[in-house]
């Protein structure tokens, strides 16, 4: 009867440590999901701290001429506030009855980090971002694209991929409607 008794007893002390071990086994995996959960978080802060990511907003400024920064320096261009492409303070939408393929400009201002290997995407095609050196310790930019008729007031995505300030590949995504002064970034919200 002890010899029975003992051997129950050690079946008992083994099932114990099994639970024992199996409870160990799940709250460790618990916590490992719980710090990958964190690192997630983390990385998604990251992404929409604008000290080490770009933040487009809609620009404000009042101008009479900016100068387009070109990479030649004995070359010039200008745009004024009254060109009828250009979406500004002074200009919420721009005429419809510009000509197909006619460059709109709409004037924004970076918020954040400046990014670097950028590359600038309206609903699959390439869209130019262009400085315009009004003040070159904030200068300020235009999403330019062409105009398409079709696409007249219809909302679009812009897609922007970037190598951020601290050496990461990221992207973010801007709501507008084409050919109105309008941007929300939704991507990262």
């Known amino acids: 009867m002890i010899a029975w008794i003992s051997a129950l007893v050690g079946i008992l002390v083994g ?22 959960q964190a690192e997630v978080e983390e ?14 907003r809609l620009s404000d400024a ?19 506030m009254r ?5 500004c303070a002074g200009r919420n939408e721009i005429d419809g009855n510009l000509p197909p393929g006619e460059i709109i400009y709409l004037l924004v201002e970076n918020k954040g980090c ?9 609903e699959g095609e390439p869209v130019s971002l262009v400085t315009f050196n009004r003040n070159p310790s904030r ?8 105009f398409d008729p079709v696409k007249f007031r219809r909302h679009q995505t812009v897609q922007i991929y970037f ?14 409607i084409h050919g109105i002064r309008t941007l929300k970034r939704v991507d990262p919200a």
Request: proline share 7%; aromatic share 14%.
């Open 114 to 122: 400046d990014p670097s290997d950028l590359t600038v995407i309206m």
């Open 139 to 146: 200068p300020l930019f235009a999403f330019a694209y062409p």
């Open 15 to 36: 099932v114990a440590g099994l639970v024992f071990k199996l409870y160990q086994w799940r709250a460790g995996r618990i916590e490992k999901a719980a710090k990958k």
């Open 163 to 176: 190598l951020a300030a601290d050496g990461t590949k990221d992207s973010q995504a801007y709501a507008t």
């Open 83 to 87: 060109d009828r492409a250009l979406l």
């Open 43 to 56: 990385r998604e802060i990251q992404r929409r701290a604008p000290s080490t990511r770009p933040f487009y």
């Open 62 to 80: 009042r101008f009479q001429t900016l100068e387009l920064a070109t990479e030649k320096p004995w070359e010039y261009s200008a745009i004024t």
